[in-house]
């Protein structure tokens, strides 16, 4: 499993578990700080963020993303941040 998050908020929801380092973790640009990114990788969390953020309205962007994301873990299911 993957988890995908495109917000600071969505971050701190899935805070707890992505601390347990068990999942590899992709963000969008701006959603943590060059510190704070240090900060959960020294904590043992492949972190992974994209260079520009994740417009969760813009489906392209959302498209682009999960296929990178698919590139480096194939046949990884994929948890993305949703606001229905």
Same mark, same amino acid.
């Given at each position: 499993?993957? +988890?995908?998050? *495109?917000?600071? !908020?969505?971050?701190?929801?899935? =805070?707890?578990? +992505? ?7 992709? /963000? ?6 060059? !510190?704070?990114? *240090? =900060?959960?990788?020294?904590?043992? /969390?492949?972190?992974? &963020?994209?260079?520009?953020? +994740?417009? @969760? &309205?813009? *489906? !392209?962007?959302?498209?682009?993303? @999960?296929?990178? +994301? ?15």
């Amino acid at each position: 499993m993957v +988890i995908f998050v *495109a917000t600071k !908020e969505g971050f701190k929801e899935l =805070e707890e578990i +992505i601390r347990t380092g068990k999942y590899p973790v992709w /963000v969008g640009a701006g959603v943590l700080s060059k !510190e704070e990114m *240090a =900060e959960v990788r020294e904590g043992g /969390v492949y972190l992974t &963020n994209f260079l520009y953020p +994740i417009d @969760l &309205n813009d *489906a !392209e962007i959302v498209s682009d993303a @999960l296929e990178s +994301i698919a590139l480096h873990h194939p046949e990884e299911r994929v948890w993305l941040e949703c606001i229905p």
